[in-house]
């Protein structure tokens, strides 16, 4: 029972470049979500889908991209990557029917240098 | 705008001691409450939600609605409970987590 998988667990990024985080829940949860975490903060929300082909703003989604063809998956692109970028990123899952409860991701370690 | 506070960054306790993580939210809506947990290289992950009322692994969490406050407890801690404590509010559509910054608790023999 896998949960939600992501990938890569750790990049290292040079400024401009770009990259996706995978991300892979095999939980048919509707609702799917990207949190970045700095040092000394709490998780703030990047985007999330609440289905396939459904994609909304989070708190920070400057610099990002998301896209839903499925339900099992939800990659964050980075178009232009920059060194505000550098972070732990978490991908996460649920359910109303699961009562509203998240499931993470083990996270991606990013560095833009 | 919603709003999660863990005044504490890290908290350090001796083994046997009472624990008590504090978190306050601000939230015009009707308030449903988390802790989620993060022990050494692990996921994070549901701990107790204030809907249920449980306690899990000793622990337990009351709703204040007056002081707009969710703190967690713990009677007596064990070393096991050494780990980052997250407070999170369910907001909007979409099932959506605020959550505070954090506290790191330390229990220490």
């Known amino acids: 029972n896998a949960g939600v998988t992501q990938t890569p667990k750790f990049r290292i990024l040079k400024i401009g470049q770009s990259m996706t985080l995978q991300c892979a829940q095999d939980?048919?949860?509707?609702?799917m979500y990207w949190y970045r975490q700095d040092p000394g903060m709490g998780l703030k929300l990047i985007y999330y889908?609440?289905?396939?082909?459904?994609?909304d703003k989070g708190e920070v989604p400057n610099g990002y991209n998301v896209s839903r063809s499925t339900t099992e998956d939800f990659p964050l692109r980075l178009e232009l990557a920059a060194p505000s970028q550098t972070s732990v990123y978490f991908c996460?899952?649920?359910?109303?029917?699961?009562?509203?409860?998240?499931?993470f991701g083990a996270g991606t370690r990013l560095s833009v240098l | 705008a919603q709003r999660v506070t863990q005044p504490e960054k890290l908290l350090s306790v001796f083994k046997g001691a009472p624990v008590e993580l504090k978190c306050n939210y601000s939230?015009?809506?009707?308030?449903?409450l988390f802790w989620y947990v993060q022990y050494s290289r692990q996921r994070l992950q549901l701990l107790l939600r204030?809907?249920s009322r449980e306690s899990i692994k000793g622990f337990t969490a009351d709703l204040n609605k007056g002081e707009t406050s969710f703190h967690l407890k713990k009677p007596f801690a064990q070393e096991e409970d050494s780990a980052m404590y997250y407070c999170?509010?369910?907001?909007?559509?979409?099932?959506?987590?605020?959550f505070g910054t954090g506290t790191q608790l330390k229990v220490e023999l």
């Open positions: 996460a899952s649920s359910n109303r029917e699961g009562k509203n409860i998240q499931y």
């Open positions: 939980m048919n949860h509707n609702y």
């Open positions: 889908s609440v289905g396939a082909g459904i994609t």
């Open positions: 939230y015009s809506g009707s308030p449903e």
């Open positions: 204030h809907i």
């Open positions: 999170a509010l369910l907001t909007g559509g979409g099932n959506k987590l605020t």
